[in-house]
């Protein structure tokens, strides 16, 4: 069964910084389309970044310029570096991969929770 462990999360205040990572549990998705959605509260799950296997890069407006997507070359892990969070950063961020860009992920990972707060 295919597994997407992520950590990372945390409380911050606002200014802060945390760093998520996510691994995937077989080589293959090193070929996949990677990235991070979140969820708020009453909310829709929203993209954040996704990273193609050959570094292209793609953030939502309210994150570009403090969020960082990154990964290593032929790997199955995905990097997220949040730096000036916001209290409207919070959410449940889950890593996902997929096979192309505009649709819905094939996988997902478990979330983690990122509150930041004061």
């Known amino acids: 069964q295919v597994q997407f462990v992520e950590s990372g999360g945390g409380l911050v205040q606002p200014g802060g910084s945390l760093r998520l990572s996510c691994a995937a549990s077989?080589?293959?998705?090193?070929?996949?389309?990677m990235g991070w959605y979140r969820q708020a509260p009453g909310k829709q799950r929203e993209l954040v970044a996704d990273i193609t296997s050959d570094g292209s890069t793609r953030y939502a407006d309210s994150v570009k310029g403090r969020f960082t997507i990154s990964r290593p070359s032929a790997k199955n892990t995905v990097y997220l570096q949040m730096n000036g969070l916001k209290p409207e950063d919070t959410a449940v961020y889950y890593c996902s991969a997929g096979r192309f860009r505009d649709s819905t992920p094939n996988y997902w990972g478990q979330g983690t929770q990122v509150t930041v707060s004061s």
């Open positions: 077989e080589n293959r998705f090193s070929m996949y389309l």
